[in-house]
C-alpha cells in the first residue's frame, strides 16, 4: 500500500492517479476526505488520523508539515514503512547561502535521512503552475502583473514531477537519489505569459512591475512570509539575462521527453480563458 500526503495538491493529485493507473493500492491523504475527488478504487483517509497499517512507501508533501514531521518517522518504523519520497525543491542546492526555502527543504531531508528508512528526494524548480496565480487577471484583462519580465525559469509539468514520484515510490533505482527536475526549456516570464496566451487564443501581455512594487503585492498574500518572498525575488533578478538550468532527469527516468510549458498551458487553457 502507498500512502499519499497532500493528495489534493499539485503534484500529489498525479502521484495518486498514476499509481493508481498502474494497478496499486493507494491511500491517499486530505484534510477534506468529502470534497477529494479522488480516482474510485483509491482509499481516502483525513490528514489528521494518518493511517500507516499495511503501508510500504510514504510519499511526503512538505506543504503538509508546515511545523515539521513531528514523530512521524518513528511512527513509519514502527509500522514496517520501508520507504519515503519526499517531494523536495532544486533550492535544496543553494541551502547553504540561507535561501530560506532550499534551507527548510534540506533540513527535513536530513530528518529523514537520519531515521534509518529508505529515502529518495526528487528535487524540482520552478513549478508550471505557479503561472496559475496569473489566471484571475489574465481572464479579467488579458494582462500579467509581475517582476523581471526577463527572468528566465524553466518551469515543470506537475505531471513529470508526479512520474518521478511515482517511480521513485514503486522502483528500486532512485533510493539514496536526489534527482533535480525541471522542464526542458528556459523561458522568461513574458515567454510564459505569451504562450499562455497562444494556449487561450488571446495576446497576453506582461507589464514589469518594479521589485518593490512586485514585493508588496506578494505580501498582500498573508501565506507568503517576508523573506521567502525576498528569496524569490532576488532568485529572479540573478536570472534576467541567464538561461535556466535545464536537468535531463525526467526523460532519463521516465524514458519520455519532460513536457513543454506549451502543453502545459494547453492542459490548463480552460483555467486562463
Ligand atoms: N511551487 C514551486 O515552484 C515549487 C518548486 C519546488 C518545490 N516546491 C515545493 O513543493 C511542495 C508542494 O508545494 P505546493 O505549493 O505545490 O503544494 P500543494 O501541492 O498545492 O499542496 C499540497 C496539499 O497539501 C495539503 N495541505 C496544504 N496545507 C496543509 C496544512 N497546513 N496541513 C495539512 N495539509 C495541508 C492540501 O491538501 P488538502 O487540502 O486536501 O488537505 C494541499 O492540496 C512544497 O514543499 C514546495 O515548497 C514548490
Redesign the pocket.
Known sequence: MFLIT???????RHVVAELASQGRKVRAL???PAS?RLPAGVEVAA?ADFPLDGVTAVFL????F?TGFGDLLERCRAHGVRRVVM?S??ASEQAEDSNP?GRR?LDLEREIEASGLEWSFPR????A??TLGWADRIRATGTVRGPYADAQLSPIHERDIAAVCARALTGDDLVGERPPLTGPESLTFADQARLIGKAIGKDVRYEELSPEAARAEMLGNPHMPPAIADSLLEMWAESVGRPAFISPEVERITGRPARTFAEWAADNADLFA
Open positions: 497532500g493528495a489534493t495538491g499539485n503534484v500529489g486530505t484534510r477534506d477529494a490528514t508533501n512538505p506543504a503538509v508546515y517531494l525543491s532544486l526555502i527543504h524540482p524548480g520552478a513549478f503552475t505557479n
